[in-house]
């Protein structure tokens, strides 16, 4: 559906402005939002990099082994069915870290890991095991402490104070993880 949309946006968007005697100031907002994605972009990945680099530092130390005994007993109630095993625990755990940290962008690859790492334990291939279920529904709440990827954007695009978002994204992503849990818990019981 977006495939045709796009597509009429973008030509009744350059009809009008051929009509309407527009022509110049859709030329020159092309090349400015141009210079403005790129000074994003290298925003961003400047950010991402340097984050990312950390988490596989920290995956190559014993901070992850350390962070995996802390939450422990929080992913013994997140995922009660996963044998305990350390290479798993330890991908959740990073998954978990990337997220707080607010990597988005690095939590996806370790979420992606983690779930590969499930999948051949799982004995049903088609369908999500309840640790897999929970694992994207605690990737989509992504509770944040440090919003790295936000407060970047906003502070490359001149915001004034970029960090006056922290605690209204810690509530925000507080209560839709505490929500999310709940929500698949019950479903959870509610499917045995």
Same mark, same amino acid.
């Given at each position: 559906m977006l495939n045709i949309l796009w597509p009429i946006f973008i030509i009744i968007s350059f009809s009008y402005a051929i009509f309407s005697g527009n022509l110049d100031n859709l030329n020159s907002a092309i090349f400015s939002s141009l210079?403005? /994605? %790129?000074?994003?972009? !290298? +925003? %961003?990945?400047? +950010? !991402?990099?340097?984050? *990312?680099? @950390? !988490?596989? &530092? $920290?995956?190559?130390? *014993?901070? /992850?082994?350390? %962070?995996?005994?802390?939450?422990r007993p929080l992913m013994k109630f997140l995922f009660p069915d996963i044998i305990e095993n350390d290479k798993l625990y330890n991908e959740i755990s990073m998954n978990i870290v990337a997220n707080i940290l607010g990597l988005g962008n690095a939590a996806t690859p370790l979420g992606l890991k983690a779930m590969k790492t499930m999948q051949k334990d799982n004995p049903n291939k088609k =369908? @999500?095991?309840? *640790? !897999? $279920? +929970? %694992? #994207? =529904?605690?990737?989509?709440? *992504? &509770?944040? &402490? #440090?919003? +790295?990827? /936000? #407060? $970047? #954007?906003?502070s490359s695009l001149g915001s004034q104070n970029p960090t006056i978002i922290i605690v209204p994204v810690w509530i925000a992503t507080i209560v839709s993880a505490v929500v999310g849990i709940l929500a698949t818990k019950f479903f959870i019981k509610m499917g045995k």
């Open positions: 210079e403005e /994605v %790129l000074k994003l972009s !290298m +925003t %961003l990945l400047g +950010t !991402m990099c340097l984050w *990312s680099g @950390l !988490m596989q &530092i $920290a995956n190559n130390t *014993s901070f /992850v082994k350390n %962070l995996t005994k802390i939450l =369908v @999500l095991t309840n *640790s !897999m $279920a +929970t %694992l #994207i =529904v605690l990737n989509t709440a *992504s &509770i944040q &402490i #440090i919003p +790295t990827t /936000v #407060i $970047a #954007i906003r």
